[in-house]
């Protein structure tokens, strides 16, 4: 399975606007436009690189616990819309499969211009 960068960004937003301090969010009950198995699996991903805490379930499903310190600096660099496009025009022409840790870099290589 690989990364949808999409799939990454829409996570950490949805959970910035939704998670509540000592609540656990349902990614399954998110209603992104995602595959279970892909909601899934980017949630294990984002748990491995520290952008947040969580677990998966009995249920098949992944409750999300807080957002990291590294997750909320991550969310700072992918919000802007028009560094968002930049960073997909390089994710696209990316040769070798997408990691978060590439991702991170690619967001942190573009300049912020206001």
Known sequence: MTLNANCIRDIMLY?????EYRQDISILNSHLNYSSDELLYTCQKLVEANLIKGRRNVLADFKIEDITIQGHTFISKLKDDKLWK????KVSKMAEPLTIAILENIIT???IVS
């Open 15 to 19: 959970l910035e606007n939704n998670l």
């Open 86 to 89: 930049k960073v997909l025009s």
């Open 109 to 111: 290589d573009i300049p």
